[in-house]
């Protein structure tokens, strides 16, 4: 009981010594999870079922955000959008931060004719602007929601791979890392057990800073079709089918856009406050 309660103070004096920014940030994401993981709960219709003799309907006490041009309940379908925005921007976080990460360590473990292969490989893609590269990609394999994810993914690796390498090459020159090296330790060994404990940390907390941008592209992509297809409900493709009834229904549009701003602004100031944290190789 007695550590129980120790943790919890431990915590609370963390949690105050945040800025006051990343606090409210931490909150406003808390508050979209729930949304995400109970809101549907909470809709009282299914995200995708038309209801025609209701079509664009002004938000009600029976509507709570009024009704598309199929009568579909806009609540319910923002509550699902957000669901699959917020996981596909994870998904894309998680499968580019993993594909920099094994490169990253690569070339800072074998060095040599791996590492400056690996480099001008990063160098071509950072080339090229990550949105370009993601149209290009998704204009290759078609639209869909996989292949968006598959794009962006493709797109973000780089930037983050090079600053694994940065990490990784700092590292190595840490006291226990050359003790590992004369000792005649495997250089995959090497890597998990001394390099990667050491690149983890700030490389996660680089890393974060990219999801307020991943969750805009997702949207951005999505609403010009590239994505979700419709009737499945995304923010982006929302977004995009909502336009075409900018004067005749605008709540259409506004929830979508508010839900994509807040959710991409708390990730940025998340992940800005995590920045101001971390240590001095992530400012340079």
């Known amino acids: 009981m007695t550590a129980l309660r120790t943790g919890a103070i431990s915590v609370r004096a963390e949690w105050v010594r945040l800025p006051g920014t990343v606090r409210a940030a931490t909150v406003v994401l808390g508050i ?13 219709y299914a995200p995708n079922t038309p209801h025609y003799a209701d079509k664009l309907s002004a938000p009600s006490a029976e509507y709570w955000l009024g009704t598309d041009q199929y009568g579909r309940d806009q609540f319910a379908r923002l509550m699902y959008g957000l669901r699959l925005s917020m996981l596909s921007a994870l998904l894309v976080l ?10 990253g360590l690569g070339c800072g473990i ?5 590492d400056r292969i690996l480099t001008r490989m990063i160098d071509i893609v950072l080339a090229v602007p990550s949105l370009v590269l993601a149209l290009a990609v998704v204009g290759a394999f078609g639209p ?5 994810l598959v794009a962006l ?5 780089a930037a983050d791979a090079r600053i694994a390498r940065a990490l990784t090459l700092e590292a190595r020159t840490r006291p226990s890392v050359v003790a590992a090296v004369v000792a005649g330790v495997r250089r995959p060994a090497i890597g998990f057990r001394h390099l990667l404990p050491a690149v983890l940390r700030p490389f996660l907390v680089v890393t974060t800073l990219r999801l307020g941008g991943i969750v805009v592209a997702l949207a951005g992509l ?16 929302m977004l995009g089918d909502a336009r075409r009834f900018l004067t005749a229904a605008p709540w ?13 602004a708390a990730a940025n100031l998340l992940a800005e406050g995590m920045r101001g ?8």
């Open 110 to 114: 074998y060095g040599g004719l791996f």
């Open 94 to 103: 998680l499968g580019s931060a993993t594909i920099s990460l094994v490169a």
């Open 222 to 237: 999505s609403f010009l079709g590239l994505g979700v297809q419709m009737p499945e409900a995304e923010l982006g493709a």
């Open 277 to 284: 944290r971390g240590p001095e190789v992530i400012q340079r």
């Open 32 to 44: 979209l999870v729930l949304l995400a993981v109970f809101g549907p709960v909470l809709a009282g």
């Open 252 to 264: 259409l549009l506004i929830a979508p856009s508010v839900a994509i701003l807040t959710l991409a």
């Open 144 to 148: 869909g929601y996989v292949n968006l």
């Open 153 to 157: 993914v493709f797109s973000g690796w």
